[in-house]
């Protein structure tokens, strides 16, 4: 009994050290440009990216904060022809091939808009990303070990974008909710103007109303 336990215990040992050795030591093949830019009022930023020919690529954008949450992209090939485009947008992804080697140029426009500034992100992948060292050269059958770990290295990745995506959203809607609150302070300070206004307004005609002329006065309005 004691045995089978020990037994366990030394592949889940072994299993975590590989799953270990896989997040420290792996050598992606793939390339990955992701970030979070402002994009200005009336302007245009293009990212600009070396891909080979059959090779797989995919971009993802959000508009996290700023106006309508919406923006212009374009992605154009080496030879300057539009492989895509999206015309005030929120968020989108679009995974293509390469059909030729050189550069592809991934374009975000806010001209558009006159006074709204805008926070996009961008995630901009290209190439397979490489399996975990050691399992590309398998010549056999995985080993239960072996597809463990790589079912790990899975669910590590899904959640990583999961991550992000939820993040976007979280900083997305703090932003709506930071709006809609200085709107409504706002909105209330102006309320506040107007009812004072309007209170003070009414007191003064009240007033008017219930004061007493002086003689002179009612004499002049007599003679008239």
């Avoid at 891909?51 to 030879?79: C, H, M, W």
């Avoid at 592809?104 to 975990?132: R, W």
């Avoid at 309007?198 to 002179?216: C, D, H, T």
């Amino acid at each position: 009994m004691s045995d089978g336990k020990s037994h366990q215990q030394q592949q889940s040992l072994s299993l975590a050290i590989i799953v270990l050795f896989a997040l420290c030591h792996q050598i992606p093949v793939a390339q990955c440009v992701e970030l979070t830019f402002e994009l200005p009022d009336n302007a245009k930023e293009c990212f600009h990216e070396e891909i080979q020919k059959n090779q797989t690529a995919a971009l993802e954008f959000q508009v996290v904060s700023g106006g309508r949450y919406d923006v212009d992209v374009t992605l154009e090939s080496p030879t300057g022809e539009v492989i895509y485009r999206q015309i005030k947008t929120q968020f989108d992804s679009y995974q293509f091939v390469a059909a030729a080697t050189g550069i592809y140029v991934a374009c975000f426009s806010n001209e558009f808009s006159t006074f709204s500034h805008k926070i996009v992100y961008m995630d901009f992948q290209v190439g397979e990303e490489a399996p975990l060292p050691g399992i590309e050269e398998h010549a056999t059958v995985l080993t239960q070990l072996e597809t463990s770990a790589q079912e790990i290295h899975k669910g590590l990745n899904a959640i990583l974008d999961y991550q992000t995506h939820h993040r976007l959203r979280e900083a997305q809607g703090r932003k709506r909710a930071e709006d809609l609150n200085e709107r409504v302070l706002w909105w209330s300070l102006t309320e506040t103007a107007a009812i004072l206004l309007i209170a003070i307004g009414q007191v003064l005609v009240l007033r008017n109303f219930f004061s007493e002329k002086k003689p002179s006065q009612m004499s002049y309005t007599l003679m008239k």
